[in-house]
């Protein structure tokens, strides 16, 4: 059974995915590194959620570490930016490194993320972006567009059925500017 590492930012995205790629004969174990969420009180709760859903589904759960001053210079110049563009793209790249980093350090077949459910996310780019990440670490991406097939419209379901959480905004301060 390979197993993988997926990156997922929020019960809502991870549910759905999770239980896809355990159907699709994975073991997988979720990773949770987020430190783009502000603020920290909205980034654990969105912690406690996905930890308690792995719980529940027998699925591995792993937090890295918080370090919101460390994305901020990662996107510093990009602040602006509206949703969707540059500052986007250069988050998904900030925690798709790490997630691959994790991912080579501890032996993982191949790491991916949640990021594509979202109808308000570009999953060709979270994808073009996993492939150069993977090619940089000599790792891995499983692509996909999660959305696609229902995809966003199951995981609201198991949303509504489990009682999560749902955030109203992406998850830094500028996404939740606008």
Not at 14 to 36: C, D, M, Q, S, W
Not at 96 to 120: G, R, V
Request: positive net charge; charged residues 30%; proline residues 3%.
């Amino acid at each position: 059974m390979p197993k993988i590492l997926l990156h997922s930012c929020c019960a809502p995205c991870g549910a759905h995915v999770i239980e896809e790629l355990k159907n699709r004969g994975f073991k997988v174990t979720v990773f949770f590194y987020n430190p783009n969420i502000f603020p920290f009180e909205e980034y654990e709760t969105r912690k406690r959620e996905i930890e308690k859903f792995c719980q529940n589904c027998s699925v591995n759960f792993i937090e890295s570490d918080y370090d919101h001053k460390e994305w901020l210079d990662f996107i510093k110049g990009l602040e602006r930016e509206k949703e969707g563009r540059n500052r986007c793209f250069k988050c998904y790249e900030f925690r798709l490194l790490k997630t691959a980093e994790y991912a080579k350090e501890n032996n993982f077949d191949y790491f991916a993320s949640t990021l594509s459910i979202s109808p308000h996310k570009n999953a060709a780019k979270i994808n073009e972006i996993g492939r150069e990440v993977a090619q940089k670490h000599q790792e891995k991406f499983y692509e996909a567009d999660w959305k696609k097939q229902d995809g966003f419209k199951k995981s609201c379901q198991l949303s509504k059925e489990h009682n999560f959480y749902r955030q109203n905004y992406c998850g830094c301060e500028f996404s939740r500017q606008l």
